[in-house]
């Protein structure tokens, strides 16, 4: 019989186990192993069966267990320096506390950000937390983890989903089912944010029809993070509005925006809401974490027209002075973008936010107004660029990508002038290293070194890797091999279950895999850029590489399609099928309900890790991380951060049709079956062959060296910390110092003068831009020859208009050029004004050229605005250059 009501009972722990408690609310249990295996030790095999999660472990074991233990002094010494230990971990100064500058004199203007608030759709911190459905959450949880440990003020905002993602079964024809399991709050490692009286503290966003969205914030507390999650499902909401926090990234357009509008405004105001109850120092950079939370600058201009009474175009101003943006979408089609009816619906009139905020001003930050963008549709992406001054991709590969394809909102400027920078994700080592790689390295460092060399970086070679036997790393991956396959046998039998094989049916799982045959990882979400059957484009192929007498392969395969994906779906039911022939089955498998946990064994597990997306449609691709942290290999197309950091040393690269795979061959068919072709002859005739010469000892020596070359060089490239901390030093304090200034009182003591003037200043260079031409070039000093290291000087007469020489910078730029003329890797230099000007008021500026590379080249010349308050010289899209009635003059030069 159903139950009409469902609670949680929690258990009372006798006063000498109340810290328990306080670790068990504290997510730095998943990171950190000594407090792992004193949970374990309460009770191993609740433990095992609650998966690992202290919250259910407290309220599952035994009271006479816990009696037990509250005498058991060997016990209670081992709690209390746990708790001790988390104390100081807490407290205690770190990193960021380290390079702070003195509160006082020149340096307060530069002291790091009091506080970071960093919005997310979702957070992989923790299975036992499932708020995330692949890589972005689990970066923005290494984000927030990575932040604990350096000590970064961070304070995460996201949503509390009931459902979370889906969990993933197959059916016996191998075709995905997704099912949703209702999460209790009360069974989650969260807590109710309460106010002054004790009681739930919620936020409210006003929507159309007179309706309000209640949520009540509930909190993470990940190290010294706290991770804010807005859940809508309360008593204070009518049934839809209790719908929006139901799942992770689904239902149709208006329940999604409703989710967004959540994250972004409800967002801030649980921020402000916290801070004030708790005391965090208020946030001064807030960080966009993708396009679903943009809303948050929407709010923030709102506050600043409601309580601080400037304008719409100050308030955007000081909004994104202190915002920085990160796209993770190298495609448009990837990016939210919504009915433009659907925004006015819902921001116009009393809904959303109040006066101040007029409609049309909120539709054009969102506006598609490049030539192919459409003029119906509200762009997410757009939104979040127009309304932070830093913004970055998340590799080197993906910030030129980003800035190819946001070219549109800055007209008249190359793309690679777009200022989107790039900082390379990175991973969290303590989450995603195995602890016998963790023990190793404890082993050959000392402990003290090695958690300084992951959880600090800052370090460019990991030089001890160097001193480890052969054998120790060999044994090492062996064992982490053998605990794989241990793994998989385990869940395939449960897999195989699920799908209504009986017992008899079973007995070819207890031999599946082989713990001394090279083992690759394929485990990503399945949308079809990532291609999970390029393996299978010639089965009969693959199948002898798997079946081969001397040198096998064996395979692992997980991963999620969206639900709506019908076209993930197929192919995820065409690897099942292959995968499911008695012939091979023994090697290669396809593991269901892809997480953390399956993810971690995985990663720590296999020798390759393999990935074969569309280049270059892969932003990072993070998974090839967590494996190289664990000595694997990787063989990848060169797509995100191994574009960047492959070597030739650390794995392999697989070649792309003409070089760049998506944007290559034209025939689809023709590039995958080329692509397909050199994976099977790579792992054929390299990786095989390299993984099975041994020595007569049985080591395979030159395969270690590769592994020990990943290690040491790929290790501190790879982590969360040196990703958090790249953010802090080239992103959030110069948001913070151009985020101070904008705000200070001017002279009369009203707040966010600079704004104001910013604001007016922008206004004015916008309607007098029309006015500013170049009309004059010439150049002088050469003769008839052009040779490498003259300098001739360049002159230019330019009509300012209305605007004086202090609004603008006259610019020269020189580089080789194409065929077409186009100036590559052009260099710019600020040419001077000259102490005169002509009689109808236009300027002389001049300045030199040094010609320092030889072969076809050219210069332009070109005025931008200048403000010393601007992102970049790009930041206002308004650029002048000579037209083609300029008379340009070479003097001697022919």
């Known amino acids: 019989m159903k139950a009409i009501r469902r609670f949680t009972v929690r258990t009372v722990l006798p006063g000498p186990l109340q810290p328990l408690g306080e670790l068990a609310r504290n997510l730095r249990w998943s990171w950190h192993p000594e407090t792992r295996e004193l949970f374990q030790s309460v009770d191993p095999e609740v433990w095992e069966a609650t998966g690992g999660d202290p919250v259910r472990l407290l309220g599952a074991v035994p009271a006479e267990r816990l009696a037990d233990l509250a005498s058991d002094r060997r016990f209670l010494r081992r709690l209390g320096a746990a708790a001790e230990e988390l104390r100081d971990y807490l407290t205690g100064p770190r990193w960021y506390q380290t390079v702070q500058p003195a509160p006082d004199g020149d340096a307060a203007a530069d002291r790091l950000p009091d506080a970071i608030a960093y919005f997310s759709p979702e957070f992989g911190i923790t299975a036992a937390l499932p708020q ?61 944010l309460r106010d002054e009286h004790g009681d739930p503290a919620t936020v409210v966003v006003d929507l159309p029809g007179d309706r309000r969205l209640h949520a009540r914030v509930r909190v993470a507390h990940v190290g010294r993070v706290p ?86 175009d100050a308030a955007l101003e000081a909004v994104r002075a202190g915002t920085v943006f990160t796209t993770h979408t190298p495609v448009p089609a990837g990016i939210d973008r919504f009915d433009r009816d659907l925004i006015a619906r819902h921001f116009g009139g009393d809904n959303a936010l109040a006066d101040g905020m007029p409609i049309e001003r909120v539709l054009e930050l969102g506006a598609e107004t490049w030539p192919d963008g459409s003029p119906q549709l509200f762009n997410m992406a ?120 009986g017992e008899a049916e079973l007995g070819w799982t207890d031999t599946a895999l082989d713990p001394d045959v090279l083992t690759i990882g394929f485990a990503r979400r399945v949308p079809s850029y990532k291609r999970l059957t390029l393996m299978l484009r010639n089965p009969r192929r693959l199948q002898r590489l798997l079946l081969h007498p001397e040198r096998p392969v064996q395979i692992v395969i997980a991963g999620k399609a969206h639900p709506a994906d019908e076209g993930g779906k197929r192919l995820i039911q065409e690897l ?252 710019t230099t600020s040419l001077k004004p000259a102490d005169r000007s002509d009689l109808e008021g236009r300027l002389l500026y001049e300045g030199p050229l040094t010609l320092d590379r030889t072969g076809a080249f050219g210069y332009t010349v070109r005025v931008l605005p200048s403000h010393p308050l601007l992102g970049s010289p790009t930041e206002l899209g308004l650029v002048a250059t000579p037209d083609d009635s300029v008379h340009v003059d070479d003097g001697d030069l022919r």
Not at 138 to 154: C, N, R, T
Not at 259 to 264: H, I
Not at 767 to 781: F, L, S, Y
Request: with cysteine; net charge negative; hydrophobic share 40%.
């Open 132 to 192: 995330y459905s692949g890589g972005l959450g689990i970066l923005a949880g290494d984000h927030l983890k990575a932040a604990s440990d350096l000590g970064v003020p961070v304070i995460g905002v996201g949503l509390l989903y009931r459902h979370g993602y889906f969990r993933q079964t197959l059916s016996r024809d191998g075709w995905q089912q997704e099912h949703y399991p209702v999460l209790d709050p009360n069974e989650l490692p969260v807590t109710v």
């Open 227 to 312: 991770l804010l999650l807005l859940d809508s499902d309360i008593e204070e909401n009518g049934a839809t509005e209790r719908d929006v926090t139901d799942r992770l990234y689904g239902g149709g357009s208006e329940h999604r925006l409703l989710q967004e509008m959540l994250l972004g405004i409800g967002g801030v105001r649980a921020v402000r809401r916290y801070c004030a109850l708790t005391g965090h120092p208020e946030p001064e950079v807030f960080h966009t974490n993708e396009g679903h939370a943009g809303f948050l600058g929407l709010e923030r201009i709102r506050e600043l027209t409601e309580d601080r009474g400037l304008d719409f």
């Open 382 to 501: 757009a939104m979040g660029l127009r309304l932070a001054q830093r913004a970055n991709g998340v590799s080197r590969l993906h910030g030129s990508v980003s800035r190819q394809m946001f070219a549109g909102l800055w007209p008249g400027f190359d793309a690679a002038e777009v200022p989107i920078t790039s900082i390379t994700n990175g991973v969290h080592a303590p989450t995603w290293m195995a602890p016998e790689v963790g023990a190793l390295g404890a082993r050959e460092l000392g402990q003290q070194r090695l958690e300084d060399a992951m959880v600090v970086g800052g370090h460019t070679r990991w030089d001890a890797v160097d001193d480890i036997p052969a054998e120790t790393i060999w044994e090492l991956r062996r064992t982490l091999r053998g605990r794989l396959v241990e793994e998989v046998r385990r869940r395939l039998r449960e897999s195989w279950r699920q799908r209504g094989a």
């Open 576 to 827: 099942v099928r292959f995968s499911d022939d008695p012939a091979v089955r023994h090697r290669i498998v396809f593991l269901p309900d892809y997480d953390m946990s399956l993810a971690q064994h995985l990663y720590w597990g296999c020798d390759v890790w393999l990935n074969n997306p569309l280049r270059p449609l892969e932003a990072c691709g993070t998974s090839g991380m967590k494996a190289a942290l664990n000595g694997a290999l990787n063989l990848s197309i060169l797509d995100g951060w191994w574009d960047e950091w492959y070597d030739g040393e650390n794995g392999w690269a697989i070649p792309t049709s003409q070089g760049v795979g998506a944007d290559g061959h034209p025939n689809t068919e023709y590039r995958d079956d080329v692509e397909a072709t050199a994976l099977y002859e790579l792992v054929e005739n390299q990786v095989t062959a390299r993984f099975y010469a041994r020595d007569p000892d049985g080591l395979p020596l030159r395969w270690i060296e590769m592994v020990r070359h990943t290690l040491a060089t790929l290790g501190p490239k790879v982590l969360a910390a040196r990703m958090v901390r790249e953010y802090v030093t080239e992103l959030y304090a110069p948001a913070a110092r151009t985020q101070r200034a904008l705000s200070a009182a001017g002279p009369d003591g009203d707040a966010y003068r600079a704004a104001v003037e910013l604001a007016a200043w922008k206004a004015r260079v916008r309607q007098a831009w029309p006015g500013v031409r170049v009309d004059h070039v010439e150049t002088t000093g050469l003769g008839s020859t052009a040779e490498l290291g003259s300098t001739l000087n360049v002159r230019v007469r330019v009509d300012l208009g209305e605007l004086g020489p202090g609004d603008v910078d006259v610019q020269v730029m020189a580089g080789r050029v194409d065929s077409a003329d186009r100036i590559t890797e052009a260099v």
